[in-house]
């Protein structure tokens, strides 16, 4: 834990961290493993304990109840808070995981902020990457999906909280249990990650294992698969951020971002113009959440000078227009406070 | 097909054109498919049917003379040979399948030389595709081998051959049976198309399927990943290409590729890096064979001046020296007629 702590450049004295504990093997034996550096003075950190309470299953009460304990037991803080996920789904339409999960890193974003803590731990695994990587490839991303968990990236464009997972480049999720169980500590287990209704459950005890009566190290290979295609797009974008600058350094607009010059735009090579684009709308969304391929194609369409109108929408009442030379980001105006 | 064949700009009128067949469906559909274009005068060019007997099952002797006689029945001249790959696999150490492709694409190559013609066609489907893309993943490739097969390539980096592959961006393998089917003609099968004990086949009978049960368009959804790799690898190996050019611009040498300045791919990032060394070993080799990361790592510790002296060896004898401020590609001498 150490080593990925060094390599990532995490804070080793003076600094509050949140972490994010369920109270699963995983997040448990990142406490632990935390607690023992501290314990032996090798880290010199104020760790925050952050747990949200999702309300899906009725342990959920024990389970945060639980966390707290072992919290005060170890001597640290904590934050914690309960949120309906099932009725926050059925308002927003996200499906119950990506409920859960905005209102996750919502929460734990929060929580950074009131504690001025400038990174947040999670304790994904070797075996979370080689998960997220197959339901990517299942779902049809490219190499951004592929590439899976980010051990380090910034919470949001814009934000300077990090996101740091130590333990997602080596550890498995057994080497969590079996960590937990050498230190006696009986962590508490999610019903949930047994129910096969859940497509990332199914990976786990279907998919994966038949991939490994091939490769008896697929977990670690898919996991490697993914560094490598990091690797790639860090290339990538760092082009496409060169492009941007290319782009707006020509012209001056007055909307969220700055107006992109089409002619630059067109000339780039397609990967490296659809990537630009993407961190453009990014930029001025704050996110691409229903952003699809079909809505980049139409941005290009007015770079190409296409029929099809001096116009493209985007999710949400954005718009993309085309005024002489040059192409200009149109937030929809009650949006703005999203 | 029509459409493929000009997206991948494939002659239209005066050409010999190699086309692999096999006698299974998918060559075989490709054979009768490009006939009915030639006989509605849409395509004037002039096909040499290519069959390799590999003499790895007793009925092959029938397929090449089931596959003579089509393209006689048609009208085409055909180019035949007969292997024995088995023994093949056993003097070279490759596997079966390693061995019989190496056989069938030599034997293409010569087949093209000894017709001039400029283009082999050989049949991949979609569903090969998704096999390949899967086979990659779990032998696990980075983005060159997720990137799947190439629609259009070169047979070498220094050949003017070009393999192409019309079907594989459309074409299910069930489209080229149901096409067979409507022309009355009954392909022949190969049993080893069922035999567990190849991974290929466990893919395609075990793996694909667990996978549509999440995502029914598994197939299409995998071919897709691949086309998007392909694109962002094209501006990869542009920037390895620019990279080669300006490292080696500075420097002149006498071996087989140019040297390269250490500090100009020093200096560069490492996934255009290690991507510029693999095209620089493949230029100077002929090919990729057995050179893993460990080598190119090796190649990167003479660039980094670290201590593990001025050599790096490569497989099959072959060396990169470190002199002064450039690295200079060693071809071990007697390996020079291979």
Redesign the interface.
């Known amino acids: 834990l150490l080593a990925a702590w060094k390599h990532l450049a995490l804070p080793c004295a003076d600094a509050s961290i949140i972490l994010a504990v369920s109270g699963g093997a995983d997040s448990t034996a990142m406490l632990l493993a935390i607690h023992e550096l501290i314990e032996s003075r090798r880290l010199q950190i104020n760790p925050v304990v952050a747990h949200l309470d999702h309300s899906l299953r009725r342990e959920s009460k024990a389970d945060a109840i639980w966390v707290r304990k072992l919290a005060e037991k170890l001597g640290y803080q904590s934050e914690h808070k309960r949120v309906d996920v099932g009725k926050l789904a059925e308002t927003t339409g996200d499906n119950l995981e990506q409920a859960a999960r905005r209102a996750r890193y919502d929460f734990l974003l929060r929580s950074a902020a009131k504690r001025t803590a400038g990174v947040i731990l999670t304790a994904h695994t070797l075996d979370d990457q080689a998960e997220t990587v197959l339901l990517r ?7 951004d999906g ?1 590439a899976g968990i980010e051990p380090l990236r910034r919470a949001s464009p814009a934000s300077d909280i990090l996101l740091a997972r130590p333990l997602v480049t080596w550890a498995r999720r057994s080497d969590t249990e079996e960590y937990c169980r050498q230190r006696k500590i009986e962590y508490r287990s999610d019903p949930m990650n047994e129910d096969e209704q859940f ?1 990332r459950v ?2 786990r005890r ?2 994966i294992p ?2 490994e ?3 008896p ?2 977990i670690e ?2 996991a ?2 993914a560094e ?2 990091r ?6 974008n ?2 496409a951020d060169l492009l941007l600058k290319k782009a707006s350094d020509r012209v001056k607009g007055d909307t969220t971002v700055p107006a992109l010059d089409v002619r630059v735009m067109a000339e780039a ?4 113009r659809r990537r630009a684009l993407r961190q453009w709308i990014s930029a001025a969304r704050g996110d691409l959440r229903r952003c699809e391929l079909a809505h980049i194609k139409g941005i290009e369409k007015l770079l190409s000078g296409e029929q099809g109108g001096r116009v493209a929408e985007l999710p949400a009442g954005d718009k993309v227009m085309r005024k002489r030379s040059r192409i200009e980001f149109v937030v929809k105006k009650h949006l703005k406070s999203r």
Chains 1, 2 share one sequence.
């Open positions: 490839l299942l779902r049809g991303s490219g190499a592929l497509d199914r990976v279907q998919l038949l991939m009566s091939f490769n190290k697929t290979t898919l490697r698969t490598l295609l690797d790639e797009l860090d290339v990538l760092t082009m090579p397609i990967a490296v």
